[in-house]
C-alpha cells in the first residue's frame, strides 16, 4: 500500500507507556500527570452532562469558553482577541497544531521547524503537501540561533514552528527571542504557529513570552494552548487556537472537517471553572515548580547530570555517566530493568541526536518522584 507518512510509525509516546505498564515501570515518560483533575470541575463536568448539555455546540466552541480565554488573554497577555472571529476551540492541541498547518501549507511550500520539536508538527506538514527545514537549536542551553533560521528562509517558506516552553528541552524564549521574530516578520512574507500548550508553567518569576504579547506577532500567529495541561486532564482533549480574524477564517474551514467541533459538556466544565478560579493558572507555576525543585533534590546524589527546568513540566538529563549506549536502549533499560520509563530525546530530531540525554516527566505525585528518584539513585553499571 502507498502510505502518505513513509517512516512513520507508532509515536515513542505510546510505546514507552506500554511497555511501562507492561513491566510495572513508574512511567516518567508521557507528559501527563498522575493525579486528578480540580474536583469542582469533574462535579461541574457531570453536572452539565446531567443538565442535558450533551449535544453539538456551535462549531467554534462554546461561548462562554470563548469568552473566559478572551479574558484571560487579555488579562495576561494585553491582547484583546475577539471571541467571536479570533479565538477556536479545538479537540485538543494537536488539532490546532494540524488544522493550523493545513490551513496554510500548499503542496511546494517550505515551514521551517526546530529541532528537537515534538513530533506531530514533521506529519501535519507532510500532510499537507508541504517540506519541513529543520533548524537545530544550539547546545548545550538549546538556544535559537535566528541568523541560522533567517538563512534557512527561502522564497516559498510560507511558516515558521516555535514552541515555548518548549517540548522537550524545557527551555523558554526571553524577550530577545520575541525581538527576532519581529524582525523576521519586517523582512519576509511569513506566518508563524506558536504552541504555547505550557504557558502556564514558566518557573524562578520569568513572565511567559506569549506571542501574543507583541502585536506585530499576534497579526501573523496561530497561538496554540491547552486546557489539558492547565487543568490537569489531558485525556480531555480540549485546546484552543487564537489568531487574527483572516487567519481564524482558513482555520475554521479545515476545523469543521477534521472535528468539526469539540466535546459539549467538557466546555461548558471549562467556562464555570475558569470564571470562578482564575488562581488555577495563576498558581500552576509555583506548584510545577515545586515539583521540579524536589525531582531535582532528589536526583543529586544519582549519577544523573540534570540540565536546566524553565519551564514546562519535563527535567532532561544526561546519563553519559553509565555508558555511551544509544538513548533509545537506555531508557529500554530503565524501564525493564530499573524500573522507571522515560523518553530518548533523539526522537525528537530529524537527523538523530548523539547526545546521551533523556527526559523525565515531573507532573507526578510528589511519593511518585520520590520512589522514581530511590531507584535512579540505585543504578551501578
Not at 9 to 20: E, N
Not at 249 to 270: D, G, N
Request: with cysteine.
Amino acid at each position: 500500500m502507498k502510505t502518505k507518512l513513509p517512516g512513520i510509525g507508532t509515536t515513542i509516546f505510546t510505546v514507552m507507556s506500554k511497555l511501562a505498564a507492561d513491566v510495572g515501570a513508574i512511567n516518567l515518560s508521557q507528559g501527563y500527570p498522575d493525579f486528578n483533575a480540580p474536583a469542582e470541575l469533574i462535579d461541574l463536568l457531570s453536572q452539565y452532562m446531567r443538565d442535558g448539555y450533551n449535544q453539538y455546540p456551535p462549531m467554534s466552541g462554546v461561548e462562554a469558553l470563548r469568552a473566559q480565554v478572551r479574558e484571560k488573554c487579555e488579562r495576561l497577555y494585553g491582547c484583546a482577541a475577539d471571541a467571536e472571529h479570533e479565538i477556536t476551540i479545538t479537540s485538543g492541541a494537536t488539532e490546532a497544531i494540524f488544522v493550523a498547518v493545513q490551513a496554510m501549507i500548499h503542496a511546494g511550500d517550505d515551514v521551517i521547524v526546530l529541532d528537537p520539536a515534538y513530533d506531530s508538527y514533521d506529519p501535519a506538514v507532510t500532510m499537507a503537501g508541504g517540506t519541513v527545514q529543520h533548524v537545530p537549536l544550539v547546545a548545550p542551553d538549546f538556544s535559537v540561533d535566528w541568523d541560522r533560521v533567517r538563512a534557512a528562509i527561502k522564497p516559498n517558506t510560507r511558516l515558521l514552528m516555535v514552541n515555548s516552553p518548549h517540548n522537550p528541552t524545557a527551555t523558554v524564549f526571553d524577550a530577545t527571542d520575541l525581538d527576532a521574530l519581529e524582525l523576521l516578520l519586517q523582512d519576509f512574507d511569513l506566518h508563524i504557529v506558536s504552541d504555547e500548550v505550557y504557558e502556564h508553567m514558566v518557573f524562578d518569576g520569568a513572565p511567559h513570552q506569549s506571542l501574543l504579547t507583541r502585536p506585530a506577532l499576534a497579526s501573523r500567529a496561530f497561538v496554540i494552548s491547552s486546557f489539558g495541561k492547565t487543568y490537569h486532564a489531558t485525556g480531555w482533549k480540549v485546546a484552543y487556537c487564537v489568531a487574527p480574524a483572516v487567519l481564524t477564517a482558513e482555520f475554521r474551514k479545515v476545523h469543521q472537517f477534521v472535528t468539526f467541533t469539540t466535546h459539549t459538556p467538557t466546555q461548558w466544565a471549562l467556562a464555570t471553572y475558569m470564571e470562578r478560579h482564575p488562581e488555577h493558572y495563576a498558581e500552576l507555576a509555583e506548584f510545577y515548580q515545586a515539583k521540579r525543585d524536589l525531582f531535582r533534590a532528589e536526583l543529586v546524589a544519582s549519577g544523573f547530570r540534570l540540565l536546566p527546568s524553565a519551564g514546562t513540566y519535563f527535567q532532561l538529563a544526561d546519563y553519559s555517566a553509565f555508558g555511551n549506549e544509544p538513548d533509545v536502549d537506555f531508557v529500554r533499560y530503565l524501564t525493564t530493568e530499573v524500573k522507571v520509563a522515560a523518553i530518548p530525546v533523539s526522537v525528537f530530531y530529524k537527523e538523530s541526536s548523539q547526545d546521551a540525554i533523556i527526559r523525565f516527566c515531573f507532573a507526578k505525585d510528589d511519593d511518585t518522584l520520590r520512589e522514581a528518584a530511590s531507584r535512579l539513585r540505585g543504578i551501578s553499571r
